[in-house]
């Protein structure tokens, strides 16, 4: 299996403006946001991605997620 080339983080706001989640009946609607890292910036250990560094926390943009 080919080394990972991404790593998971919990943020819990966004230029100082909170990530929200909301149910609405069956759904589940969260505010996500993807940040671009370059390979360089990824830390692996053991094949595994346990951190990264090199990304512009101001220049993601924030996108809702609903699971339903």
Known sequence: MPPASSAAS???ELRGKLL????GGN???VDAI?????D??????GGRAVGCNKFDPAAPPRSP???A
């Open 10 to 12: 919990c943020w819990t």
């Open 20 to 23: 929200r989640a909301a149910l």
């Open 27 to 29: 759904r589940l609607t």
């Open 34 to 38: 993807k940040l671009g890292v370059p």
């Open 40 to 45: 360089t910036g990824i830390h692996l250990h």
């Open 65 to 67: 997620l609903t699971l």
